[in-house]
């Protein structure tokens, strides 16, 4: 069974750091396009970071460039996105997905895998 698992998301103050990874079972990381998206209650999904197979190429959300970063571990098993900055609008349930695509806008891509999500809080 092909399945990608999000960790790392929980309660943090503004202007603080979470790390949240993203790990596959039934298939090889490496071999595809990881994206992160979020969903805010109330608001649709929206693609927050990408990365290519090779790591070579990333895209960013406006609002998170600079803050955030999407990155494969060397032993590529698991890809990590390092939210630093955090802002009480960034709580939201946070996905990574993949896909064999790539494209210059790779958080239009169609994503054929999801995981169930990580709660990120920022708040007070």
């Known amino acids: 069974q092909l399945q990608l698992v999000e960790s790392g998301g929980g309660l943090v103050q503004p202007g603080g750091s979470l790390r949240l990874s993203c790990a596959a079972s039934?298939?090889?990381?490496?071999?595809?396009?990881i994206g992160w998206f979020r969903q805010a209650p109330g608001k649709e999904r929206e693609g927050v970071s990408c990365?290519?197979?090779?790591?070579?190429?990333?895209n960013y959300e406006d609002s998170v460039k600079g803050r955030f970063t999407i990155s494969r571990d060397s032993d590529k098993v698991t890809v990590n996105l390092q939210m630093n900055s955090l802002k009480p609008e960034d709580t939201a349930v946070y996905y990574c997905?993949?896909?064999?695509?790539?494209?210059?806008?790779?958080?239009?891509?169609?994503?054929?895998?999801w995981g169930q999500g990580t709660q990120v809080t920022v708040s007070s």
């Open positions: 039934g298939f090889t990381l490496a071999n595809y396009a």
């Open positions: 997905a993949a896909t064999p695509r790539w494209g210059s806008s790779c958080l239009h891509l169609h994503f054929d895998y």
């Open positions: 990365i290519s197979r090779g790591s070579s190429s990333t």
